[in-house]
């Protein structure tokens, strides 16, 4: 599967380069009406196959696919843009941390991050701090491989992330084809990463599936991959990763049963390339928006519950219900912490003031696909290659 994220992610990337100049030759004859057709329509197909370039939002208001419901963000890109971010990598993940497909703070352990693998990998979770180095458990050996997650199974461990009460939560979401059926978000009490040495078992899985999914698979536009999970306004939420153009939709999770819930369509916006995690800052002001060369940094408004990170109740929302709480539709056709129709009752993340930036990395084959705030200033990328990399706020560019 990786490969094919390097492909897409080159080729969304790179462009065109431009054409050599034309060779003096003697003029052709007209084409005939058929052969015009023909260049026509070879022209069309192959079109339908390219990606689309970043851009900001159709001039009629319109989503880039007719069935998606959520309304379209019409947020900008930079006026004048500064040149790509260089970036300098600031620490190397241990060496037996395979990869980092997901980045989520410690709430019990102050500098530590919980990361994990993706398909192809144990499932385990590895505590890291942001100098690389492995957090071990006491008594741990030298050759300690991580913590297993009991009873589970890495089919695509894609997100990780902290829901505010004590729990952390890995989304077993990857779905590069978007054929998917066994979906899951796996939740868990936060262990702690020094005294945790045996398998650690889940509290809960729910089964997961995407409202706006009409067919399996959703072939070949394939617009139902995942890689971020964040909970804000009291919601898991998450940003599709499309591998047909580069746009999100960002869905809120409803929970059905406590152990099914659907992802619904809230807001889309274009984010100049497929999105590979978002985090929101430990003050709860701002959400982070990764994709493999561009980092989103958003204003987040005031909810109705106050922006704590990770937004829990707590006690200036004590009355609000858990999000693990199955959440009834009303007939007005909304739902507590929820929506059922293209016009949300709950409040976008994208709305507020935004700042953004193209990243380069020092290797054309870094994929980035793990973010997480240092502080309140600082986000720390992570790379499936196992560098970790260091973004002010200051460094983005503000585009609203």
């Known amino acids: 599967m990786k490969i094919f994220r390097r492909i897409a992610s080159v080729f969304l990337r790179r462009p065109v380069p431009p054409a050599p100049p034309p060779v003096p030759r003697r003029a052709a ?23 689309r370039r970043a851009g900001n939002a159709p001039a009629d208001g319109s989503p880039p696919d007719p069935e998606n419901t959520a309304p379209v963000e019409r947020v900008p890109f930079p006026a004048t843009p500064r040149p790509p971010l260089r970036l300098t990598p600031t620490a190397r993940l241990s060496a037996l941390v395979p990869e980092c497909s997901g980045l989520a703070p410690s709430r019990r352990r102050a500098g530590v991050f919980w990361t994990h693998g993706d398909s192809g990998n144990p499932a385990v979770l590895f505590a890291v ?24 199974k890495n089919t695509d461990w894609e997100a990780v992330a902290t829901d505010g009460a004590g729990r952390l939560v890995i989304g077993d979401i990857g779905n590069n ?67 047909s153009d580069t746009w999100t939709v960002l869905c809120r999770l409803r929970l059905e049963r406590p152990d099914a819930g659907v992802f619904e369509p809230v807001a889309t916006f274009d984010a100049g390339g497929m999105v590979t995690d978002a985090a929101v800052s430990p003050d709860g002001r701002f959400l982070g928006v990764l994709t493999y060369h561009r980092l989103w940094v958003f204003a987040l408004p005031e909810t109705r519950a106050g922006n704590a990170a990770g937004d829990a109740p707590n006690a200036k929302n004590a009355k609000r219900a858990d999000w693990l709480a199955p959440q009834k539709i009303t007939a007005a056709g909304t739902a507590t912490g929820t929506v ?12 507020g003031a935004v700042w953004t930036r193209r990243l380069r990395f020092p290797d054309d084959n870094f994929q980035a696909e793990g973010l997480a705030f240092l502080d309140n200033d600082t986000l720390l990328i992570g790379t499936e290659q196992g560098g970790l990399f260091r973004v002010p706020r200051a460094d983005l560019d503000r585009a609203r």
Do not use: M, Y
């Open 29 to 51: 004859a007209a084409p005939t009406v058929a052969a015009t057709l023909v260049l026509a329509l070879a022209a069309a197909l192959l079109c339908s196959g390219c990606p």
């Open 129 to 152: 701090r942001a100098d690389g180095s492995l957090v071990r458990p006491r008594g741990a050996g030298a050759n300690w491989r991580g913590l297993p997650v009991r009873g589970a």
């Open 177 to 243: 084809h978007s054929a998917r059926r066994d979906l899951s978000l796996l939740v868990l009490d936060e262990p702690d990463p020094l005294a945790a040495a045996a398998p650690v078992a889940p509290l809960r899985k729910i089964r997961v599936r995407h409202a706006a999914q009409k067919k399996i698979p959703d072939s070949p536009k394939r617009r139902f991959d995942c890689e971020s999970l964040f909970f804000w306004d009291g919601a898991a939420h998450v940003f599709t990763k499309r591998w």
């Open 340 to 351: 059922k129709s293209a016009a949300p009752a709950f409040p976008s993340p994208l709305t």
